[in-house]
């Protein structure tokens, strides 16, 4: 089975611009979460989704938000993006009645 | 915010030594996790131990929890170079997503 897929890789924008981050969750799985690594700290929670429903939503301001498909697929939307908006934001996916989570492999944001 | 500190935050060990990371917490949890990240990329589950456990074990890892101090520990026994990664403790409580530590890097030197 294939595992969390996330798209795109890397990306690079200025200030101002909008991002949108993409992610497959592994088949079967309904729940998605998102998260923001900056460099040398661990992964913060943005946003979890679950049959297209948003189940909880960190401290992140309203510039960003997110949605699920109904194929389990979400996006991570980031507006009016600023210098330390820069982070590997990652996307996991899970079965509903349980805690482990399965991440993809991420998407590399640089805001210039 | 981190929910978990890891401890050391960088750790350095030759092949075939044991390795040991520990993680604090604040509030009482559900459960506590030990993820594996390979140089920036996505994380790997390792273990999950409840709160109602005090030791778990899985191939070379071995976890310890103790909830009245409100630690665990992760063992990786004879450590290998594909070990090499920073490994990060997370937590849940209630209904809350997964709170992460700030992790501990860890270099196996052949």
């Known amino acids: 089975d294939a595992g969390v897929t996330q798209s795109p890789t890397h990306l690079i924008k200025t200030r101002g611009q909008h991002v949108t981050l993409r992610c497959s969750p592994i088949?079967?799985?309904?729940?998605v979460s998102w998260y923001q690594q900056v460099l040398g700290q661990g992964p913060q929670f943005i946003f979890q989704?679950?049959?297209?429903?948003?189940?909880g939503r960190g401290n992140f301001p309203d510039r960003f938000s997110a949605r699920q498909f109904p194929n389990y697929s979400s996006e991570l939307n980031v507006n009016a993006l600023l210098l330390g908006d820069s982070a590997l934001y990652l996307c996991a996916s899970s079965l509903p009645s349980r805690d482990e989570q399965f991440f993809g492999p991420g998407t590399r944001l640089t805001v210039l | 915010s981190q929910q978990g500190e890891e401890d050391p935050q960088a750790l350095s060990i030759q092949e075939g030594e044991n390795a040991t990371m520990n993680c604090s917490y604040k509030t009482s949890i559900n459960n506590l996790q030990w993820y594996r990240q390979n140089s920036g990329r996505g994380l790997v589950h390792l273990i999950l131990i409840r709160s109602n456990e005090r030791e778990k074990h899985s191939g070379r890892l071995r976890v310890t929890l103790d909830t009245s101090k409100k630690s665990s520990s992760l063992l990786i026994t004879a450590s290998r170079a594909a070990d090499t990664a920073s490994y990060f403790c997370a937590t849940t409580s209630g209904n809350t997503p997964l709170v992460f530590g700030k992790g501990t890097r860890l270099s196996v030197i052949a």
């Open positions: 088949s079967g799985h309904k729940s």
């Open positions: 989704y679950y049959e297209k429903e948003e189940r």
